[in-house]
């Protein structure tokens, strides 16, 4: 397949990234190497980020900001600084701005919870509205629905076009003046759909509502301006951007991190304590309760790193190209159907697919027995499989490390699977 490799344009020096990430040295069924295509699901992690956890828990590990001896302020200066690099990541206008979390479940979850508990004009209850869209992750639908069970309000959602895209031809009926909250996936983490954000934080705007936006699929893929979006509200998680698991962040414009409540009570998050009430300490840690993810905050940082190092424009640009040539080999496929936006335009690096009748559980487990790994499922995402009458699908997301020789193999490997199959 050299041949249709060449006009490729953008691509970075995989071969040099490659060498940073020890698993995908790995082999698997008598020495087959591994061909990972599951980074929407979770990043491999380069050894600069787990060396940094290494050395935290080696030589700093302590619990933060209370204690006066050297290492427990080595790590209180270590998750700090991770604060500082994450918010210089996404443009953050105060690094007080930036809370962290377990992952962007917590961070929807805690921001749907303020929500609940706030006081107005933040309140959500049963005279208001709380908007969604029909290609959410379940940890951008769950939330709100528990919200509206326990507030009355009701809950409303954009539906899918048949191409993948977000229905907005009914958004004045949609978000109207009784919406509180508008939260949406700025990029499908089953379909790769980029969604378009403007469109829909002006209509948001001009009711009133506030914007929330699940960018757990944009943050390790792109440029991520907080600023630039105006929303009011952005989550992601770590895992999914080189970084370890059990760190999510939730940004959030400053004021509303001032007048809105806390969701966990505990130790940090308190000013003063007494058996009657308690005072709260100033964002970020009126949202902090307990002993955070220390260590994962420092490898965050550590990734966060490591992606500024090579650029998250050269990133975006070297899916771009790995995800136009993937789409164009995968419908050379006989019985492939791509479920999303069958183009490479204003699409992230997934990408869905049914193969005739053959189910994507059985799908997976022959490409397993070659080494390759892929999803099957429904992803999170089980609107989306009812809305296109499929049980599930096989997903295949590319990363930095990537390559063209990997969606060959899997071209490959799916042939395999039509000849198993008869």
Same mark, same amino acid.
């Given at each position: 397949?050299?041949?249709?490799?060449?006009?490729?344009?953008?691509?970075?020096?995989?071969?040099?990234?490659?060498?940073?990430?020890?698993?995908?040295?790995?082999?698997?069924?008598?020495?087959?190497?591994?061909?990972?295509?599951?980074?929407?699901?979770?990043?491999?992690?380069?050894?600069?980020?787990?060396?940094?956890?290494?050395?935290?828990?080696?030589?700093?590990?302590?619990?933060?900001?209370?204690?006066?001896?050297?290492?427990?302020?080595?790590?209180?200066?270590?998750?700090?600084?991770?604060?500082?690099?994450?918010?210089?990541?996404?443009?953050?206008?105060?690094?007080?701005?930036?809370?962290?979390?377990?992952?962007?479940?917590?961070?929807?979850?805690?921001?749907?919870?303020?929500?609940?508990?706030?006081?107005?004009?933040?309140?959500?209850?049963?005279?208001?509205?709380?908007?969604?869209?029909?290609?959410?992750?379940?940890?951008?639908?769950?939330?709100?629905?528990?919200?509206?069970?326990?507030?009355? #309000?009701?809950?409303?959602?954009?539906?899918?076009?048949?191409?993948?895209?977000?229905?907005?031809?009914?958004?004045?009926?949609?978000?109207?003046?009784?919406?509180?909250?508008?939260?949406?996936?700025?990029?499908?983490?089953?379909?790769?759909?980029?969604?378009?954000?403007?469109?829909?934080?002006?209509?948001?705007?001009?009711?009133?509502?506030?914007?929330?936006?699940?960018?757990?699929?944009?943050?390790?893929?792109?440029?991520?301006?907080?600023?630039?979006?105006?929303?009011?509200?952005?989550?992601?998680?770590?895992?999914?951007?080189?970084?370890?698991?059990?760190?999510?962040?939730?940004?959030?414009?400053?004021?509303?991190?001032?007048?809105?409540?806390?969701?966990?009570?505990?130790?940090?998050?308190?000013?003063?304590?007494?058996?009657?009430?308690?005072?709260?300490?100033?964002?970020?840690?009126?949202?902090?309760?307990?002993?955070?993810?220390?260590?994962?905050?420092?490898?965050?940082?550590?990734?966060?790193?490591?992606?500024?190092?090579?650029?998250?424009?050269?990133?975006?640009?070297?899916?771009?190209?790995?995800?136009?040539?993937?789409?164009?080999?995968?419908?050379?496929?006989?019985?492939?159907?791509?479920?999303?936006?069958?183009?490479?335009?204003?699409?992230?690096?997934?990408?869905?697919?049914?193969?005739?009748?053959?189910?994507?559980?059985?799908?997976?487990?022959?490409?397993?027995?070659?080494?390759?790994?892929?999803?099957?499922?429904?992803?999170?995402?089980?609107?989306?499989?009812?809305?296109?009458?499929?049980?599930?699908?096989?997903?295949?997301?590319?990363?930095?490390?990537?390559?063209? #020789?990997?969606?060959?193999?899997?071209?490959?490997?799916?042939?395999?699977?039509?000849?198993?199959?008869?």
């Amino acid at each position: 397949m050299t041949d249709a490799r060449q006009g490729l344009s953008g691509l970075l020096d995989t071969e040099a990234i490659r060498k940073d990430f020890p698993i995908l040295d790995r082999t698997v069924h008598d020495g087959k190497k591994i061909v990972y295509l599951d980074s929407a699901a979770t990043s491999q992690k380069p050894r600069q980020v787990l060396d940094a956890l290494n050395e935290y828990y080696e030589r700093h590990n302590a619990n933060v900001h209370r204690g006066v001896y050297t290492i427990a302020e080595e790590a209180t200066a270590l998750y700090e600084g991770a604060r500082d690099k994450v918010a210089a990541f996404i443009n953050a206008p105060s690094r007080n701005e930036v809370i962290f979390t377990k992952n962007a479940s917590e961070s929807l979850n805690l921001v749907a919870n303020m929500l609940g508990w706030a006081d107005e004009p933040y309140r959500v209850d049963s005279d208001t509205e709380i908007v969604t869209t029909e290609m959410e992750h379940h940890s951008n639908i769950v939330p709100w629905q528990l919200l509206s069970q326990r507030t009355g #309000a009701k809950l409303k959602w954009f539906g899918i076009t048949d191409d993948g895209r977000l229905d907005l031809s009914n958004i004045d009926e949609i978000i109207t003046e009784k919406t509180k909250i508008v939260s949406f996936t700025l990029v499908s983490n089953i379909m790769g759909t980029i969604n378009p954000v403007e469109k829909i934080i002006r209509r948001a705007q001009q009711v009133g509502a506030l914007v929330c936006i699940d960018a757990s699929q944009a943050a390790p893929h792109m440029v991520l301006d907080v600023q630039a979006l105006q929303a009011d509200f952005v989550a992601f998680t770590g895992h999914k951007m080189v970084g370890p698991t059990g760190i999510g962040v939730l940004w959030g414009r400053q004021e509303l991190l001032e007048d809105l409540p806390p969701f966990l009570g505990g130790g940090e998050m308190i000013e003063t304590v007494s058996m009657h009430s308690s005072t709260y300490a100033p964002a970020p840690y009126k949202f902090e309760a307990g002993t955070p993810p220390i260590a994962q905050a420092v490898g965050l940082g550590a990734a966060v790193d490591y992606l500024s190092a090579i650029g998250m424009e050269n990133i975006h640009r070297h899916e771009q190209a790995i995800t136009e040539y993937a789409v164009r080999r995968l419908l050379e496929v006989p019985d492939l159907r791509i479920i999303g936006p069958a183009t490479a335009e204003d699409r992230g690096a997934t990408i869905s697919f049914t193969l005739g009748d053959i189910h994507p559980h059985d799908v997976g487990q022959v490409l397993d027995e070659q080494g390759i790994a892929v999803r099957v499922g429904h992803h999170c995402a089980r609107p989306v499989c009812l809305r296109y009458g499929i049980p599930a699908t096989t997903r295949a997301s590319f990363y930095l490390y990537s390559t063209p #020789a990997e969606v060959d193999a899997l071209v490959d490997g799916l042939e395999h699977v039509r000849n198993f199959f008869g």
